[in-house]
């Protein structure tokens, strides 16, 4: 059944059909041409996969970013961050990779981090004598700090799909999210002293830097309240969603007053479709999941690395050079459902933990969405820059590089995503 399997979907995938219905064709297909299983257990598997309590925290998550997008909560945590960091050499650089850190807190996504910080940064940065290849280089590159900065809606897709603790997940992302933005601001330190990009002529006051913080506060409250929570025991992450949507709601329509109250139904309907994305795909890559598990392909695996003994380098080496050529041609959430269960295996054997293997995967699967050909956060980052996009992976070069060195770090040194799990689990 896997070959039928993964022939059909890569002949669905050639001639364009949406990854979530080429996999559930390709699946359908493998159970009819096979004939062990009826058909009626393609509805069976794909019903059970959504209905899990945990998932329920995707929804509400989602609702929670798409509440905090409609604000000036984004614009907040940009001045916020100008005046904590503008007066460093390339100034508004390391203004757009903290906004990414503060605003991943909020919004859970890289997709809707490039939208928002992209569409203030990426004009701001040009006005001030930045590129606009340069500018949205710094933006897209830094995007993917969104799913690694609690919360994050692939760490709840991993967590639910592999049985682990969403809780640790989310835990584990923090470091290695920072770990990231802080390297990108040395990649846009060195490069600014290279190009000349400018810096704020002074320091910010203190009164500014005070104002800055107290219209940001209540925003950068949002992932304490929402971490702190869950990693006390007080919520589930699901709950915690909960509250996230009810801060957000509150925040951006009594506090800041952005939008009227007729914007809640539209804002809700986006929602709704922004999450049968992902819960579609899950559904759907659960069935070939389901056989590539009936058919013990993850155990099949784990004796054939046994069998050539590379060592653990070695294995974590490969299942990230695999992981990154995945990302270039398949978006993140498929296939982070398709292959944590057949990878992670892999991972254990040689002595990985699951959360350390989660963030791994996430890693590897985020760089995906600033690379050609399927990257989403890329095109968009075009769209925002106006900037063709040749030109545009060419100026990402650095930052890519600074975050591929970010994710052997990761890899290899697992105290960086473990240290705090181990304090709360």
């Not at 393609?42 to 996969?49: E, G, I, L, S």
């Not at 614009?75 to 990779?97: E, S």
């Not at 950068?220 to 007080?234: E, S």
């Not at 060592?311 to 978006?331: E, Q, S, Y």
Request: glycine share 10%; net charge neutral; aromatic share 10%.
């Amino acid at each position: 059944m896997i070959l039928t399997l993964a022939l059909v979907f890569l002949v669905t995938l050639v001639i364009g059909v949406p990854i979530a219905f080429g996999m559930g064709f390709a699946a359908v297909a493998a159970i009819f041409l096979d004939g062990s299983f009826p058909l009626e257990i393609v509805p069976h598997k794909m019903v059970n996969a959504v209905n899990s309590f945990p998932l329920v925290a995707v929804p509400l998550f989602i609702l929670a970013g798409a509440l905090a997008g409609e604000t000036s909560i984004a614009g907040r945590l940009v001045r916020f961050a100008d005046a904590l960091l503008g007066h460093i050499r390339g100034g508004l650089g390391h203004v757009n990779v903290a906004s990414s850190i503060f605003f991943g807190g909020i919004s859970g996504s890289a997709v809707a981090d490039t939208a928002a910080i992209g569409s203030l940064m990426i004009p701001a940065m040009e006005k001030q004598g930045y590129s606009r290849r340069d500018a949205g280089a710094i933006t897209i590159c830094s995007s993917p700090i969104g799913i690694l900065i609690p919360p994050s809606i692939p760490m709840v897709l991993y967590g639910v799909t592999v049985s682990s603790s969403i809780g640790a997940l989310f835990l584990a992302g923090l470091v290695p999210g920072v770990l990231t933005g802080l390297m990108l601001m040395g990649a846009v330190y060195a490069m600014s002293r290279k190009k000349g990009w400018p810096q704020r002529a002074q320091r910010a006051p203190l009164p500014e830097l005070w104002t800055a913080f107290r219209e940001a506060i209540l925003s950068l409250l949002l992932p304490v309240f929402l971490l702190g929570a869950i990693v006390t025991g007080l919520t589930t992450a699901t709950e915690a969603g909960v509250i996230g949507v009810v801060y957000a709601f509150i925040l951006g329509g009594f506090v800041y007053k952005d939008y009227p109250l007729k914007d809640f139904f539209r804002i809700f309907v986006d929602s709704a479709v922004n999450t049968a994305i992902p819960v579609f795909v899950l559904s759907a890559t659960s069935v070939a999941a389901w056989i590539v598990a009936v058919e013990q392909f993850p155990q099949a695996l784990v004796g054939f690395y046994e069998a050539m003994d590379l060592g653990k380098i070695a294995v974590l080496l490969t299942i990230n050079v695999f992981l990154l050529l995945v990302g270039m041609v398949m978006d993140l959430v498929p296939a982070l459902i398709l292959f944590a269960p057949i990878l992670l295996p892999v991972a254990q054997a040689v002595g990985v933990d699951p959360i350390q293997f989660g963030v791994i995967m996430v890693m590897n699967l985020g760089v995906g969405l600033v690379t050609p050909p399927v990257g989403n956060c890329l095109y968009l980052g075009a769209v925002i820059a106006k900037v063709d996009l040749p030109s545009l992976v060419r100026a990402s070069l650095p930052f890519l590089a600074v975050n591929l060195l970010t994710l052997l770090m990761v890899t290899y040194l697992p105290q960086i995503s473990l240290f705090l799990p181990s304090l709360f689990y």
